[in-house]
């Protein structure tokens, strides 16, 4: 996958994360983020890398977001690799 379509991809799952009534305040909570931030960084290739890493924190969200918008819940991983520091090494 691309970067262009990983960023395409990672804003939809930020559209699906600021639907969650539960889990969209966790997110802002987590990253600091406001609700006028989003708005400002939601094109910035990091920023969407945040929201994937916050996403892969849970598998149950992972599956219920790549549900949601009709991927393989392995799309969220090829989704991330593509952006910055995603082809970082994975300790764990």
Do not use: K, Y
């Amino acid at each position: 996958m691309n970067q262009e379509l990983a960023e395409i991809r990672a804003v939809g799952v930020l559209g699906w994360l600021a639907g969650q009534e539960e889990l969209f305040p966790v997110f802002l909570g987590a990253t600091g983020t406001s609700e006028a931030d989003l708005r400002s960084r939601a094109g910035e290739a990091e920023f969407l890398a945040a929201v994937m890493d916050f996403l892969m924190n849970d598998d149950a969200w992972v599956i219920d977001c790549a549900t949601a918008l009709g991927w393989r819940p392995e799309e969220v991983l090829q989704i991330r690799a593509a952006l910055p520091g995603g082809d970082l090494p994975h300790w764990t």
